[in-house]
């Protein structure tokens, strides 16, 4: 295991597509995603994808907190290779995100509210789960960073993109 160093915004690394990994049970990928979990940790983060790690493969790991998790229960540390998405209705919302390969910024970003995604886990096994929320939010985030996308490219209006040390400020003073 190591501590990995991230990607920030402007690598391209970042804006490519990631390729479907041959073979999850191999010790190659087992060695990445325990060091991916180690990097996550120690950033600190929630979630992870492989090419902000500059390995430009269809890997993510997260989790979601209990406090983090707007009422809909904690999820426990997830490992998704080759992972996919479904949406369950058009509607989205809008929430704050921020990023490892982004740091300092945060943004408010529409995602879809109620999905199901899957993917396989390092044991071989299949993962299916519904989410929404919050939940939904950082898999649809992890999820885009596998298709080269960053937060940023989803907020239409950048008055909504800005350091958080300022957010910050705006919410203190609006107490
Ligand atoms: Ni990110």
Redesign the pocket.
């Known amino acids: 295991m190591a501590i990995l160093k991230i990607a920030r915004m402007g690598n391209k690394l970042l804006l490519q597509k990631a390729l479907p990994v041959d073979d999850p049970l191999g010790s190659e990928v087992r060695d990445l995603v325990y060091s991916m979990v180690e990097t996550m940790g120690d950033a600190p983060?929630i979630?992870?994808?492989a090419p902000?790690v500059h390995v430009p493969l269809r890997i993510i790991v997260f989790y979601v907190p209990e406090d983090r998790s707007e009422g809909t229960g904690d999820v426990p540390l997830t490992v998704l290779i080759n992972p996919s998405i479904e949406y369950l209705s058009t509607d989205m919302e809008d929430g704050v995100?921020?990023?490892?390969?982004?740091p300092g910024m945060q943004g408010i970003v529409p995602r879809y509210k109620h999905i199901t995604y899957k993917g396989t886990q390092l044991d071989g096994s299949l993962v299916q789960r519904e989410a929404t929320g919050y939940h939904a939010r950082v898999v649809q985030?992890?999820y885009?960073?596998l298709d080269g996308i960053?937060?940023p490219m989803r907020i239409g209006d950048m008055s909504k993109f800005g350091f958080s040390e300022e957010f910050e400020r705006n919410i203190e003073a609006a107490k």
């Open positions: 983060g979630g992870l994808a902000q995100e921020g990023c490892l390969s982004v985030h992890e885009d960073h960053l937060y």
